[in-house]
């Protein structure tokens, strides 16, 4: 079994910053992508950002106000958001693509999801 723990969301106000992480841990064997989604009330659920071990990936929207990185080591991945502006607010869900083992598929796991919260 796979587990993910998130971290870092909270109120800030636009302008600010935050960073959110989230640590994978269990029965991994390799993985692929990890990345950070996000969903506004009322709105479908939108990459915002994904790492891989060839490169990133960012939505235009936060392009040059967010850093995705990732840990290896631990099996972190990180969500550096700067120049939060209020339509960044949403509730923000990791995922990551791994396997189990070497002869397991692929799979997905998400993460429970933090709330980012940017006032005017």
């Known amino acids: 079994q796979v587990q993910l723990v998130e971290s870092g969301g909270g109120l800030v106000q636009a302008g600010g910053s935050l960073r959110l992480s989230c640590a994978a841990s269990?029965?991994?064997?390799?993985?692929?992508?990890m990345g950070w989604y996000r969903q506004a009330p009322g709105k479908q659920r939108e990459l915002a950002a994904t790492?891989?071990?060839?490169?990133?990936n960012y939505a235009d929207s936060v392009k040059g106000r967010f850093t995705i990185s990732r840990d290896n080591v631990k099996n972190t991945v990180y969500l550096q958001m700067n120049s939060l502006k209020p339509e960044d607010t949403a509730v923000y869900y990791c995922?990551?693509?791994?396997?189990?083992?070497?002869?397991?598929?692929?799979?997905?796991?998400w993460g429970q999801g933090t709330q980012v919260t940017v006032s005017s």
């Open positions: 269990g029965n991994i064997f390799y993985i692929y992508t």
């Open positions: 995922k990551v693509v791994l396997q189990t083992t070497l002869v397991g598929g692929v799979e997905d796991y």
């Open positions: 790492i891989t071990r060839g490169g990133t």
